[in-house]
């Protein structure tokens, strides 16, 4: 008998393999959902006990009040505002392009640095804060090599915020993008100006001296009812 | 050359498809690495207000979510329509905000704690009593980074 002797396993077909794999690919792609998380983000203040004590020290000028009643209603600086107006105003006092004496003071960079110069002397001994002043110093002195040695006025004004309990989320997020987008604008320009790309196009590097040239003051007061 | 015969019949010939299973595996492989499943099964119905001015949020492992919003309708005859608090998987009121962020803590690593944040996913509709109470929950427990979850919207300039 012709019959065959070599008796090794048999070759699985491999074929439907694909299809397999096609079906589990299939199914990954329709459950993924690529949801990037995004959102505004904020730093809360510490908690103290005894409150509001240091808000009355700020002048008067370099504070920007929005206060958004139960109506989700502005009223800006004492004055009601329609909401597509508020990014342009908050724009105008965070730049203060004219030094206008209502709007908020600013200090000079080269300014900052005398103040850490004199705190470096100040602290002389104490070997923790020297290394404190010393640092403040050295970020101060190359922010302002990063820039080209020009002397930016820094702006002193602070946002601040103020809603009601009654206030929707939907419209206490709108305010606050619209302030945000203000402070981003400034930026924009300012990182065109000394770096030539908006800020999203910067070095980490660059992003920080514009960070700390222009920091984002919002300041989301302690909850009161202020009615509406 | 004998090796370089000219193939003289017209049809074409058949294209391998024997490495067509591999490039299936390889996006399937990409697909099952990216995937993220929902760990939280949501209780509460969330619609996040728009934003335009947001910034992505990196390393979502050090992120803990805090949803408000109605209960969903399932919920809601036992529970009323108002909005909720849900902590992990279960709903929760303010006092246990304290607790959960300590439990939050001590499942990171103990260098990972001052690089952790707080995502507040809230319904736009919800009234700002309870988030400014939740803010206050979460300055007493020093959980100071907070984020509000947004939609992205792009807007023309």
């Given at each position: 008998m012709a019959k065959k002797k070599k008796r090794g396993v048999p070759e699985i077909n491999a074929g439907s393999m694909a299809d397999i794999a096609f079906l589990l690919l299939i199914f990954f792609l329709v459950t993924t959902?690529?949801?990037t998380d995004t959102g505004i983000v904020r730093q809360l203040p510490p908690w103290q006990e005894?409150?509001?004590?240091?808000?009355?020290?700020?002048?008067?000028?370099n504070i920007f009040v929005v206060l958004i009643n139960r109506d989700d209603r502005l009223l800006v600086e004492g004055r009601p505002m329609d909401i597509s107006q508020l990014r342009e105003k908050a724009y105008e006092f965070v730049t203060n392009p004219l030094a206008k004496e209502n709007l908020p003071d600013k200090t000079l960079v080269s300014r900052r640095i005398e103040v850490a110069q004199t705190t470096l002397l100040a602290v002389q001994g104490d070997e923790n804060a020297t290394a404190v002043a010393q640092a403040e110093l050295d970020t101060w002195t190359k922010a302002k090599e990063m820039i080209g040695g020009d002397d930016f006025a820094i702006s002193k004004g602070i946002i601040s915020l103020q809603n009601d309990r009654g206030t929707t989320y939907g419209q206490y997020i709108t305010v606050q993008n619209e302030l945000v987008a203000a402070f981003s604008r400034y930026r924009d320009e300012t990182s065109m100006k000394y770096f030539g790309n908006p800020f999203d196009k910067c070095t980490v590097e660059q992003q920080d001296v514009i960070k700390l040239l222009?920091?984002?003051?919002i300041s989301e007061a302690e909850p009161k009812n202020i009615g509406g | 050359m004998a090796n370089f015969k000219k193939n003289t019949k017209g049809d074409t010939p058949a294209i391998s498809t024997a490495s067509l299973p591999d490039i299936v595996f390889m996006l399937l492989f990409f697909f099952m690495v990216s995937t993220t499943m929902r760990e939280v099964e949501l209780k509460v119905q969330v619609t996040m207000p728009e934003a335009s001015q947001v910034k992505k949020l990196e390393k979502k492992s050090l992120i803990s979510y805090i949803y408000v919003g109605p209960p969903l309708s399932a919920y809601q005859a036992t529970l009323g329509s108002a909005p909720r608090i849900q902590l992990n998987n279960s709903f929760a009121s303010l006092r246990d905000i304290d607790a959960w962020i300590t439990s939050e803590r001590e499942s990171r690593d103990e260098a990972d704690i001052p690089m952790m944040m707080t995502a507040l996913k809230v319904?736009?509709?919800?009234?700002?009593g309870i988030v400014t109470d939740i803010k206050q929950e979460l300055r007493k427990s020093n959980a100071l980074k907070l984020t509000y979850s947004t939609r992205r919207v792009f807007e023309n300039l």
């Open positions: 959902t690529m949801d005894q409150q509001n004590e240091n808000t009355d020290k700020i002048n008067e000028r222009i920091p984002q003051a | 319904d736009q509709d919800t009234e700002m």
